[in-house]
């Protein structure tokens, strides 16, 4: 079985520091996923009308996609860890 460190199931590092091919695929895919959201939000600059919780409003719409991005991590996140503590005995 892999070694792993502290941290819930994640691989340990080399002592070199350096990470390995599992590790440097996700980043490569954060990064393209950050950049494909970064450049759909500059794309989309204009002003919309948003029904906020507790008011309407025009607001930029790179904020709207910031925040629904944003939301989504945070819920992703959130489910993770719910599922890994169900997994759990």
Request: cysteine-free.
């Amino acid at each position: 079985m892999a070694e792993t460190d502290d941290r819930a199931g994640a691989p340990a590092r080399s002592s070199g520091g350096t990470i390995g091919p599992r590790e440097r695929a996700r980043l490569i895919a954060a990064a393209v996923i950050a950049a494909l959201v970064a450049a759909f939000a500059v794309l989309n600059f204009n002003d919309v009308k948003v029904h906020w919780i507790i008011r309407t409003g025009q607001t930029p719409l790179t904020i709207v996609i910031a925040v629904a991005f944003v939301l989504g991590i945070v819920i992703d996140r959130l489910l993770v860890v719910r599922s890994r503590r169900r997994r759990q005995p």
